[in-house]
Every structure is written in C-alpha cells, then in structure tokens.
C-alpha cells in the first residue's frame, strides 16, 4: 500500500500550467501590437491578467511541490 511516497499532487500541474499560461500572456502583453485600438487598452488587462496568472501558479507550485514536508 502507498502512503503517498512518490504521488505529485495534481494542483501541482495546474500550478504549472496557471504559470505557463501567465507567462505567454504576460509577454504577448509586449511583444505584440494590436491591430485595432481597444477602448480600455490604457488600462493594460493583460499585463494584470498575465501577472495575476503568474503569481497564483507560483503560489500553487510553491505550496503543492513534490517531496515538501
């Protein structure tokens, strides 16, 4: 029977991917230049969602990593 040695929490891989997905957003923020002007654009949304993304995947994959405790 395991007692839970080599089992890797599966908010570990949402925290992973929260962190992939961030990141893309995070630099398509500056990396690509939008064709049409967006009414709220100053407002930067993805910049925050992409950073908002970041911080919650590296929160997850901190707290839910393998081999902690």
Do not use: K
């Not at 992973?16 to 654009?41: C, K, M, W």
């Not at 930067?44 to 995947?57: E, N, P």
């Not at 929160?59 to 405790?69: A, C, E, S, V």
């Amino acid at each position: 029977m395991h007692h839970g040695r080599g089992l890797v929490s599966i908010w570990f891989f949402i925290g992973i991917l929260l962190l992939i997905y961030g990141a893309i957003i995070f630099a398509s923020a500056f990396l690509v230049t939008p064709t049409h002007e967006v009414v709220l654009a100053n407002l930067r949304a993805d910049v925050w969602w992409g950073a908002l993304l970041l911080a919650i995947g590296g929160l997850y994959t901190w707290l839910f990593r393998p081999g902690r405790g």
